[in-house]
């Protein structure tokens, strides 16, 4: 059984406000995206067939929802029970990351009433990626509300239910890592069949599935940082720093190994001149690398590693990295040849928008109607 | 757990990770399917009257694309949901000579190259495109494509598009005038594009003739005389004789490019020039196969992670249980 309590207290706060006119907005330019086709909201083309909708809310989005992955790696594989605390909130946050990632990827789907067909065994071709991801993150989401079951049937006390499913958890929980390990490396295997539309410095064949599976990861930890910060502000929780800073040395260790990957294909793939080549692409690679590089560098000395505001800026540092590493390869550079250039419309957004804000809403009501957070300060 | 060992584990996970990925070994290019037909476009030969894309439109039903400009000609621009195939123009300086590069001009052709080991048919989750055993032509079937267009992005050529503007669209390409219920191909007829060419620029017939013919035209030099021929080239309707004014580039595009395509183009100016994308000889989709097929062979991997996984999960699981 677990500590944490539903928080209680209002849900018509002005931020839910707020985010509930968001996603009215973008629920509009939703409507005119079923009615009149997609070329009616976003501005995707024929060289750019993939906008924000995949890269954003797919790509990006579920990478931001990997807290739950990561949490389960070190609380189940590394055995540090000491962040239970911390797991329900990150599982929240993922299932919700998915979910919306996974709503983004059906609206953005051409001809979605034919979805199912992803689950037909007639028509899966298994040389896909796309058919892994698809599947995987399906079942992934299911997981995930399994996963996050507990809370729900302890808020309505079906005790029953629940040790049974107490019983039979690990084998989700193992699930919950295999699967992330799985469809996150494959969306780096995407920009494989991609070819020469991804630029020389985001393409690398055989390192693709690990350079994703890494930032993923670290991806994954930072979110956790940041959510556990940002609840702390907003809803007034005791101090977690002595947990997160040990987090922030995993993100350290896995970043020198990122770094050590990233850096060393480039070298011997004699590639380092595009980094001073001073164009569109060299710039944002060294934006996005000195991203990368900050929290390294903030987080390394064990006295920074506690200062909880070093933590988040390390934390929001590497999510902009691991997000600018993921729109620099699958949209910033992408080069479908001359005659094409994409950028999103106003509607577009407001879809991605309207989304989001919709996660943030689900995310406020349910800590304060479900036992996801720990109220009372822990040992 | 101390930290000593997590970074060990954590070392030796990705270092495990990183010779997976790099000993994938991909898997050779396809070769040409066993009666391989397919189309050469010789630039050099077009005269851009663009006979080819209204004989494409009313052959395949689909609507001309009119800018407003009065033209009696459909004035696509480029490949959509309701262009197939569009010739396009290279223009240099004061273009004034055919098949030149400086102030010169040149023309090119834009349909589904029909490559030899097709990305779209590679990348596409739920087999909508398909690439024919016996002909090699590559056909879609919107019956069973969910719109993901990882066949667009998956295609060297940018040929599969979609309709944007339509709430219920679909993926268009040229599928060589043999899809079902036209299958022009399969009655023993040819392309409406090779069909109507008035020069022979664009030629139908088996890919080894074709190729055979590409070669011939690379042996010959400006000045010399040559009996082009017309539509299908197996039994061409008629020949015509024209003196070369340029040197051919010597290059058969389709010959070898990311494993080689069915439509091969030939010309007298660089193809980069024409707007060809850099294509290596490899196929982009032999090397993604060949590295999801060692990730996922036999799922042996994700299910030795997965037992390994469910053992100390249970065990950690039931050891954080204990504690509380």
């Not at chain 1, 750019?48 to 890269?55: A, E, L, T, Y």
């Not at chain 1, 007639?122 to 809370?151: D, K, Q, R, S």
């Not at chain 1, 993100?251 to 060393?264: E, H, T």
């Not at chain 2, 219920?168 to 191909?185: D, P, S, V, Y």
Request: charged content about 15%; hydrophobic content about 45%.
């Amino acid at each position: 059984m677990s500590h944490a309590k539903p928080l209680g207290g209002s849900i018509f706060t002005p931020a839910f406000m707020l985010c509930l006119v968001l996603f009215v907005i973008g629920m509009y330019f939703l409507g005119v995206r079923f009615t009149d086709g997609m070329g009616a909201v976003a501005n995707i083309n024929g060289g750019f067939p993939w906008g924000i909708w995949v890269v954003y809310d797919v790509v990006i989005g579920t990478a931001l929802a990997c807290g739950g992955y990561a949490l389960a790696i070190t609380i189940y594989v590394f055995n540090k029970g000491q962040y239970h605390p911390l797991m329900r909130a990150a599982l929240l946050a993922s299932l919700l990351g998915y979910a919306l990632g996974g709503v983004g990827a059906f609206i953005d789907m051409g001809r979605y009433w034919q979805f199912y067909n992803l689950l037909l065994p007639w028509h899966m071709n298994f040389n896909a990626v796309m058919l892994e991801v698809g599947l995987c993150v399906t079942t992934y989401i299911l997981v995930l509300v399994i996963e996050f079951a507990p809370a729900f049937l302890e808020r309505i006390g079906a005790h029953g239910v629940l040790k049974i499913l107490n019983k039979m958890l690990f084998i989700f929980i193992a699930l919950g890592i295999l699967l992330p390990t799985m469809h996150q490396s494959s969306l780096g295997s995407f920009l494989i069949a991609m070819g020469y539309k991804v630029a020389p410095l985001w393409q690398t064949v055989h390192f693709q599935p690990l350079l994703a599976l890494l930032t993923a990861l670290t991806m994954g930890f930072s979110i956790v940082i940041f959510e556990a910060s940002a609840s702390q502000v907003a809803f007034d929780l005791p101090d977690e720093t002595s947990l997160l800073s040990k987090i922030g040395k995993i993100i350290v260790g896995l970043l020198l190994v990122y770094l050590v990957v990233r850096f060393g294909e480039i070298i011997l793939n004699g590639k380092v001149g595009y980094i001073f080549a001073g164009d569109k692409n060299s710039l944002l690679f060294l934006l996005e690398t000195l991203l990368f590089i900050f929290p390294v560098v903030a987080l390394l000395s064990q006295k920074m590693r506690q200062n909880s505001r070093v933590l988040l800026w390390a934390a929001v540092s590497m999510l902009f990295a691991g997000s600018l590493y993921r729109f620099n390869a699958f949209l910033f550079t992408y080069d479908p040849g001359p005659g094409y250039s994409y950028f999103p419309s106003v509607g577009e957004v407001m879809v991605t928008v309207g989304i989001v804000a919709f996660e943030i809403m689900a995310y406020m009501v349910m800590v304060k109607m479900l036992p996801v957070l720990h109220k009372e300060a822990h040992a | 757990m101390d930290r000593r060992t997590f970074l060990k584990t954590a070392g030796a996970g990705v270092a495990g990770a990183a010779c997976i990925s790099t000993v994938a070994d991909a898997r050779p290019n396809l070769e040409p399917a066993p009666e391989a037909v397919g189309m050469l476009y010789d630039s050099t030969l077009c005269v851009g009257c663009k006979a080819c894309v209204t004989a494409c439109k009313e052959v395949n039903d689909m609507t001309p694309v009119d800018r407003g400009d009065g033209h009696i000609y459909d004035s696509a621009l480029d490949l959509s949901g309701d262009t197939l195939n569009v010739i396009k123009v290279y223009s240099d300086g004061t273009a004034a000579v055919k098949d030149s590069e400086e102030n010169g001009f040149a023309f090119e052709k834009r349909s589904c190259m029909h490559c030899v080991d097709p990305g779209c048919v590679s990348v596409c989750p739920v087999t909508a495109m398909r690439r024919d055993p016996l002909t090699g032509i590559v056909t879609h079937h919107p019956d069973a494509c969910i719109g993901c267009r990882t066949c667009m992005v998956g295609c060297p050529y940018n040929v599969p598009q979609f309709e944007y503007d339509n709430a219920f669209g679909r993926i268009h390409k040229c599928q060589m005038c043999n899809q079902e219920g036209l299958e022009r191909i399969n009655k023993g007829g040819m392309t409406a594009c090779a069909e109507v060419c008035p020069t022979g620029a664009t030629l139908f017939g088996p890919r080894s003739m074709l190729m055979e013919e590409a070669k011939r035209r690379m042996e010959l030099k400006s000045g010399d005389n040559y009996n082009f021929p017309r539509g299908d080239i197996s039994k061409p309707e008629s020949y015509h004789e024209k003196e070369l004014e340029a040197d051919y580039q010597n290059h058969i595009w389709g010959e070898k490019e990311a494993g080689g395509t069915n439509v091969l183009h030939i010309s007298a100016i660089a193809f980069d020039k024409l707007g060809m994308p850099p294509l290596e000889d490899r196929s982009y989709a032999s090397v993604s196969e060949g590295v999801q097929h060692t990730l996922y062979k036999y799922m042996a991997l994700p299910a030795a992670a997965m037992a390994g996984l469910t053992y100390v999960v249970k065990r950690n699981k039931d050891n954080h249980d204990g504690e509380e």
